[in-house]
């Protein structure tokens, strides 16, 4: 490695453990990464800002999300492409700590709309209860706050950002015995990933139970099994991107061992940074009103036939009363 790691995992030279083709071969995948999360993300924000169709507390939500992950896409990862190009973090100590913030508050922003999207649904689906406009801007703004506090606590002391044992990146000090790093560490594993994921796992597995007790018109077994796949891909999407990531990061707060095969940290770290790729083609690509509406304000994507392969039946709809239910209580999982 050409430059030196100020601080890291305790890896002090990472091109001696992993081949220059490795970091090659990740930063050409990365261009693909960063190409298509932003065209996806950038093509719900246009459709959303352009279509009054789309002006509803849900899609709003499903925005803020993306761009969340726009700004993962167009910020951080460029400069995590140019390192692996570079086979080493070539930015220095003060560019480490702001990609470090930025990388950071993206994903805690993810996850914690993630989270409240999944609540949303849960409350919609299984208690009858919708939320307003207002309650849905108020909602993105605790959640950026929310993550922009967590971000931006390392700059005020409490831990630091440093170089991860790939070299081509940089994130919290995992392997930090000072107070402050253990404490911010295990502070932001349980508020910005356990207590999450806990609510995601809950609220959809709720959902399920729920299409599955009530009685369900055969017209509309195909959108029950479109909804059903799509809340799995959800889920799986989230544990993939995540769960190795803070995996080895549990791992390295508790034993604090250094000796983690580099390829491991790799692949952890790209699944991570990868989750921006993901949420507008398994949210947004197979929802009705998206489909009907993006290519009236994107016609090119009429060229692609297969557009409309993963769109729900637009007049199916899940009946979830049961015989003796009032017509007031009768809810449509048809906008979920």
């Not at 083709?21 to 246009?46: D, E, H, P, R, S």
């Not at 400069?79 to 190009?85: G, H, P, S």
Request: hydrophobic share 45%; net charge positive; with cysteine.
């Amino acid at each position: 490695m050409n430059g030196s790691n100020f601080s890291t995992f305790g890896v002090v030279s990472n091109s001696d453990q992993l081949p220059g083709v490795f970091y090659y071969a990740f930063g050409v995948v990365f261009v693909f990464v960063m190409v298509t999360a932003t065209g996806g993300n950038g093509v719900f924000l246009y459709v959303f800002l352009k279509s009054k169709t789309l002006r509803t507390p849900n899609y709003f939500l499903v925005s803020a999300l993306c761009l969340g992950d726009v700004l993962m896409s167009t910020l951080g990862i460029p400069m995590f492409i140019i390192a692996n190009f570079s086979t080493y973090w070539i930015f220095g100590e003060i560019w480490c700590t702001i990609y470090g913030t930025l990388m950071t508050f993206s994903g805690f922003v993810q996850i914690t709309l993630l989270a409240s999207i999944a609540c949303i649904r849960y409350f919609f689906v299984v208690k009858n209860e919708s939320v307003g406009t207002y309650a849905a801007k108020l909602i993105v703004i605790s959640c950026y706050a929310y993550s922009f506090i967590f971000a931006l606590a390392p700059h005020f002391g409490w831990s630091r950002f440093v170089v991860e044992p790939v070299g081509t990146s940089c994130g919290p000090n995992w392997m930090g015995n000072d107070s402050k790093d253990v404490s911010y560490n295990i502070t932001i594993f349980v508020m910005c990933f356990f207590v999450p994921l806990t609510m995601i796992l809950y609220s959809y597995i709720m959902i399920f139970l729920k299409i599955k007790r009530k009685r369900i018109h055969k017209k509309s077994e195909g959108y029950e099994n479109h909804v059903n796949i799509t809340i799995f891909l959800m889920i799986v999407a989230f544990l993939l991107s995540w769960s190795p990531y803070a995996a080895l990061a549990l791992y390295v707060i508790i034993t604090k061992n250094n000796s983690i095969h580099p390829v491991l940290s790799m692949v952890s770290v790209v699944l991570a940074k990868s989750s921006s790729l993901w949420n507008p083609y398994i949210y947004f690509m197979r929802d009705t009103k998206f489909n009907d509406e993006c290519p009236k304000m994107v016609p090119v994507l009429k060229c692609f036939p297969c557009w409309r392969a993963n769109a729900a039946p637009e007049k199916e709809s899940i009946n979830l009363c049961d015989s003796g239910s009032s017509p007031i209580t009768c809810r449509s999982l048809s906008s979920v």
